[in-house]
């Protein structure tokens, strides 16, 4: 953390406290409050932390009023157009684009690792086939810490290297068996002739029974998928990857707690809730009904998958998602689907109308994403876990940041306590 000389004063009950102000290399000051209870005997108060950095990191940059988002400083649009996965979870992991021969051994150590341990098999097997494929996957990704021993101690560098190595490259297998178990086929291996993405839609589509050839177009949308999840700086699993690390759990665990926070529907469940949201419209004619019940203040219809939380101009990786949307619909149709038929006149109807352009009510990343998911026979069940896939890299990047942060102390959040005051015990006869 750089230092400062910017000092902010705080005054309370009559007494001035002078709080530290940082600057980082781009984005708002953060004033530093450390030593304020240990001062002035109070705490601050910020539910949902919407003004407070609990972390220094220097792996992403948003500025959500611009539509800006920066993986080491390069721009998202400029990586999906560009880069692929692999190369961006280098960028992640290590601060800097590789070279080729950096790429290719990279590429290689995480190729070698996408078989698991062959007894996790019986882990998927003690599940109900009706399980949501979340649910299998915090079981078993929270289980690897039982199979891979070594790269299990957090204060061994190589083993850290291991575990961040092992994670991105299971994590497509596991996600692949949790869906064909919730279908009732066989488990498909995986392939190292196949690129990350390839492998990942043959280890989810093909069959014993026939050949399955992976569409490059596909392949690439698939990859732009991951791309764009892969980080999204201190969201809410992030912070809980970081919470669960910050007491020295094993990074099995830690990402075991990601998935299952990134599982709720105000998050990773998003472009699920989109594509839920146009199969209830149905059919083309019932958009302007649903168009004007979103524009009804009374109304609690809201159009899943426009706008964001944090971008309050445009989703930046949208751009590119809707590209790849075009890119997968025109390869695959929409005649036949009449859930795709919506989502393409929907985007139409509402980019043309003022009220969602004046409330910068764009589509976002989930409202292509789910599109592009939905035609390639994906079910919406499988769409966070291939959330949690993409997402794998950004929290074990954010996991050993935090590691190598000499700041590091186990995170404990302060409260506002509402409850009764001291009260003695009665005992029941004199209740």
């Known amino acids: 953390m750089a230092d400062t000389d910017k000092t902010a004063t705080l005054n309370i ?48 940059y948003i500025d959500g009023a611009e539509g800006v988002l920066l993986h080491r400083g390069y721009p998202i649009g400029q990586l999906a157009e560009k880069s692929h996965y692999l190369e961006v979870c280098y960028l992640l992991l290590y601060g800097d684009l590789p070279s080729a021969a950096e790429l290719e051994d990279f590429e290689s150590r995480v190729t070698n690792h996408t078989m698991i341990h062959e007894q996790m098999h019986n882990f998927f097997r003690g599940f109900r086939r009706d399980a949501h494929p979340m649910a299998t996957m915090v079981g078993v990704v929270g289980a690897m810490s039982a199979f891979y021993h070594d790269s299990t101690d957090i204060n ?9 190595i092992r994670l991105i490259a299971k994590m497509p297998t596991i996600a692949a068996m949790a869906y064909k178990y919730s279908v009732g086929q066989p488990f498909v291996y995986p392939k190292n002739d196949l690129d990350y993405a390839s492998n990942f839609l043959n280890m989810c589509f093909s069959v014993p029974a026939q050949e399955y050839h992976v569409d490059p177009i596909l392949a690439r949308a698939m990859d732009r998928i991951f791309t764009l999840h892969a980080d999204h700086e201190q969201n809410a699993s992030t912070s809980t ?32 809730a989109c594509l839920e949201m146009l199969q209830e419209i149905g059919t083309v004619d019932r958009i302007p009904e649903y168009i004007a019940r979103a524009k009804d203040k009374n109304d609690p219809f809201r159009l899943m998958g426009f706008g964001h939380r944090v971008y309050k101009n445009f989703d930046p990786r949208a751009t590119v998602m809707k590209q790849s949307a075009d890119e997968v619909l025109e390869l695959l149709g929409v005649e036949n689907n009449p859930t795709l038929q919506v989502a393409k006149e929907l985007e139409k109807q509402a980019l043309a109308d003022p009220y969602f352009a004046d409330k910068k009510l764009f589509p976002n990343v989930d409202f292509y994403s789910g599109i592009i998911l939905e035609a390639m026979g994906f079910p919406t069940s499988m769409f966070t876990p291939i959330f949690a896939l993409s997402r794998t890299v950004g929290w074990i990047s954010q996991w050993k940041e935090q590691l190598s942060d000499p700041a590091l102390k186990i995170g404990r959040p302060r409260q506002l306590y509402t409850g009764p005051t001291q009260r003695d015990y009665v005992d029941v006869e004199s209740r």
Request: aromatic share 8%; glycine share 12%; charged share 10%.
């Open 13 to 60: 009950a009559g007494q001035s406290y002078d709080m530290p102000i940082h600057s980082p290399t781009v984005g708002p000051d953060v004033v530093d409050i450390g030593k304020l209870y240990g001062q002035a005997g109070v705490f601050t108060y910020d539910p949902g932390f919407t003004s407070t950095a609990a972390c220094e990191s220097a792996i992403t």
């Open 156 to 164: 061994d560098p190589w083993q850290r290297e291991v575990a961040s």
């Open 241 to 272: 990857v970081r919470l669960a690390s910050s007491s020295g759990a094993n990074p099995f665990a830690c990402i075991a707690a990601g998935i299952a926070c990134l599982w709720g529907p105000a998050h990773g469940g998003a472009n699920q």
